[in-house]
């Protein structure tokens, strides 16, 4: 169900667009350019806690899904803000 309603892009505050499926995987995009890869999960369904792990930097982030399903907020691997807003 997480899945379902995740997959779709998604702007992340660097600037990236990133385009979320639902088996899991996702496409970072710069500039309409594909940049990087990787996988996303589900750590914490009852929070709403998003794990997401980067292919080519290596980079992990914690994410936490607003109650009305449109922003994530968290942080990643190096102690750095992120956050997303569903476009």
């Known amino acids: 169900?997480?899945?379902?309603?995740?997959?779709g892009n998604w702007n992340w505050s660097d600037g990236r667009v990133h385009a979320l499926r639902s088996d899991g995987t996702f496409d970072v995009y710069t500039a309409n350019r594909k940049?990087?890869?990787?996988?996303?999960?589900?750590?914490?369904?009852?929070?709403?806690?998003?794990?997401?792990?980067?292919?080519?930097?290596?980079?992990?982030?914690?994410?936490?899904?607003?109650?009305d399903g449109l922003t994530m907020d968290g942080t990643n691997n190096r102690g750095g803000r992120v956050q997303a807003r569903r476009r």
Do not use: I, K
């Open 1 to 7: 169900a997480a899945g379902a309603a995740l997959a």
């Open 35 to 67: 940049t990087d890869e990787g996988t996303w999960s589900v750590v914490d369904a009852a929070s709403r806690r998003l794990a997401f792990a980067y292919r080519l930097t290596g980079t992990t982030e914690t994410l936490v899904l607003s109650g």
